[in-house]
């Protein structure tokens, strides 16, 4: 399975802080906004990673990023000159997807929770094995300003409304989606909504009607953010920092990750630490190394 972290869009609710830089380059505590989805897709077990952004952000992120291999993962990159949906991601990507399986994360959208790892794990299985789709769904006291997924006893999703005046649930479908190959035929059949986008409500809607579509839940105990507002970033901010000092572990840290899976040595963990000098994000990762 291949992953793509849509990073696009002008930002416009952060202005004065995203005119010169992109939303998903803003720190969160202590790493970069995106780090958090990135760190997803890694649990998920995925390699490969296509990050589209703007022309103007793109080069940032190839900077922060490279090719990948540091960090033993593949990185691509691709243009979204304009933010026409998040369907428009599967356009965009095609050709990177092949004919793979996708995941999709919003690269402003953070999860976290003990046991993420097995809920991706499950996700991935789903959409290998029996050819479904996979969205994730967060409970929410306020449905009604969210795409909302309304499911049976065994996690089927039998209805999807966007922004409902009678919610028929409190689960909002959230930035992270699973999906087989097919969604690239999906998304090309895709009509623009009346706003102009490529809705990904729309293709969740085509899985839907061909009862392909799963919601996994996240249940007590798990954290989704969504860190588009100033109110939003802080919030997350103050968030992380309250685990992290509290469990003296990291979130989202991505060489903590590579290394713990086995997709870099030890040798080159040593040089990223080294890279990142006398910071305190290099201190922890020093104590990575010793454990």
């Known amino acids: 399975m291949k992953g793509i972290i849509l990073a696009g869009g002008a930002g416009t609710r952060l202005h004065p802080l995203t005119k010169v830089v992109s939303k998903q380059l803003l720190p969160v505590y202590d790493k970069p906004m995106i780090y958090y989805p990135l760190s997803v897709l890694m649990l998920a077990g995925i390699r490969e990673i296509l990050i589209i952004s703007t022309p103007h952000d793109l080069p940032n992120f190839r900077q922060l990023f490279g090719d990948g291999s540091k960090l033993g993962l593949s990185f691509s990159y691709a243009e979204q000159p304009s933010p026409d949906g998040l369907a428009q991601a599967f356009m965009i990507g095609k050709d990177f997807i092949g004919n793979d399986n996708v995941c999709l994360v919003l690269g402003d959208n953070i999860f976290y929770g003990a046991g993420l790892k097995n809920l991706l794990d499950r996700s991935v299985k789903i959409v290998t094995e029996e050819g479904k789709a996979v969205v994730f769904g967060y409970y929410v006291d306020d449905p009604e300003r969210y795409g909302v997924a309304e499911v049976d006893k065994k996690g089927n999703v039998i209805s999807i ?131």
């Open 161 to 291: 409304e966007e922004k409902p005046k009678n919610p028929k649930s409190n689960f909002a479908v959230v930035g992270l989606y699973f999906y087989p190959n097919s969604v690239i035929g999906v998304a090309k059949s895709v009509v623009p909504s009346d706003r102009g986008e490529l809705e990904i409500t729309s293709v969740n809607e085509d899985y839907l009607k061909k009862s392909l579509l799963k919601l996994q839940t996240l249940s007590r105990g798990f954290a989704w953010l969504d860190t588009g507002t100033h109110e939003a970033m802080s919030e997350a901010t103050e968030f992380v920092k309250a685990v992290e000092k509290r469990t003296s572990l990291k979130i989202a840290c991505i060489e903590e990750i590579s290394y713990l899976m086995k997709l870099i040595s030890k040798e080159q963990l040593e040089h990223l630490i080294f890279e990142h000098g006398k910071s305190a994000y290099g201190d922890y990762l020093k104590k990575v190394l010793s454990q």
